[in-house]
C-alpha cells in the first residue's frame, strides 16, 4: 500500500552526505536547482515497510529554519524523526494506484516534475544506495531502469498529500 496521509515516518537522523543529489528543474523560464537527500525510510504506520523520502537539504542539515525535521518531527529513542505525513509533504507515483509512490519533503513554491528526483537519484548516487533505492520501487538494477522508471513519471508536477 503506497504511503497515505496521516502515516508516520521513521526518518534516520543522520544521514552520509553521499545521499545527497542536486535536482534541476525549470520554472517561471528560469532554470532552478536544490539540493536533496534521498532516504530509504521507514514507514511506522505500515508495518515498516520501505519508502524513498526526499528532504530538502536545509531542511536536514544543521539546524536549520522552522521547516527542519528537527523542528516539526519528533525524534524516537532510535533517534529517528518521526515525521507525519500531511499537506506539508509531497508525493510522485507513477500511476493513480499509487504505485512506486514517494514522498518530498521541501517548499511547495518549487514545482519540479516528478521524474526529475527519480532520474536524478538512480543516475547520481552511489551503487550502493541507488540499488536499495531501485530495491524500493522493485527493481533488482540500476543501470538501465533509471530512465525506464523516470519515464513513467514524466510530465506529472508533484502532489500534495
Same mark, same amino acid.
Given at each position: 500500500?503506497?504511503?497515505?496521509?496521516?502515516?508516520?515516518? +521513521?526518518?534516520?537522523?543522520?544521514?552520509?552526505?553521499?545521499?545527497?543529489?542536486?535536482?534541476?528543474?525549470?520554472? $517561471?523560464?528560469?532554470?532552478?536547482?536544490?539540493?536533496?537527500?534521498?532516504?530509504?525510510? /521507514?514507514?511506522?504506520?505500515?508495518?515498516?515497510? =520501505?519508502?524513498?523520502?526526499?528532504?530538502?537539504? =536545509?531542511?536536514?542539515?544543521?539546524?536549520?529554519?522552522? =521547516?527542519?525535521?528537527?523542528?516539526?518531527?519528533? /525524534?524516537?529513542?532510535?533517534?529517528?524523526?518521526?515525521?507525519?505525513?500531511?499537506?506539508?509533504?509531497?508525493?510522485?507515483? /507513477?500511476?493513480?494506484?499509487?504505485? $512506486?509512490?514517494?514522498?518530498?519533503?521541501?517548499?511547495?513554491?518549487?514545482?519540479?516534475?516528478?521524474?526529475?528526483?527519480?532520474?536524478?537519484?538512480?543516475?547520481? +548516487?552511489?551503487?550502493?544506495?541507488?540499488? /536499495?533505492?531501485?530495491?524500493?520501487?522493485?527493481?533488482?538494477?540500476?543501470?538501465?531502469?533509471?530512465?525506464?522508471?523516470?519515464?513513467?513519471?514524466?510530465?506529472?508536477?508533484?502532489?500534495?498529500?
Amino acid at each position: 500500500m503506497p504511503v497515505q496521509k496521516s502515516n508516520v515516518l +521513521l526518518i534516520p537522523s543522520n544521514v552520509d552526505v553521499s545521499h545527497r543529489v542536486t535536482v534541476k528543474w525549470q520554472q $517561471m523560464f528560469s532554470d532552478k536547482t536544490a539540493n536533496y537527500y534521498t532516504i530509504v525510510a /521507514k514507514n511506522k504506520s505500515q508495518g515498516n515497510a =520501505e519508502v524513498v523520502v526526499f528532504v530538502a537539504a =536545509e531542511w536536514y542539515e544543521g539546524s536549520g529554519p522552522a =521547516e527542519h525535521l528537527g523542528r516539526v518531527a519528533p /525524534k524516537d529513542a532510535e533517534g529517528y524523526y518521526e515525521l507525519i505525513v500531511d499537506d506539508k509533504c509531497q508525493y510522485g507515483q /507513477k500511476n493513480k494506484e499509487g504505485d $512506486m509512490r514517494f514522498v518530498v519533503y521541501h517548499d511547495k513554491g518549487r514545482k519540479p516534475y516528478q521524474h526529475r528526483f527519480i532520474e536524478t537519484s538512480l543516475g547520481s +548516487l552511489g551503487a550502493n544506495i541507488a540499488q /536499495k533505492v531501485a530495491g524500493v520501487f522493485g527493481y533488482g538494477g540500476t543501470a538501465d531502469i533509471a530512465k525506464t522508471i523516470a519515464s513513467a513519471y514524466v510530465g506529472d508536477y508533484l502532489h500534495t498529500f
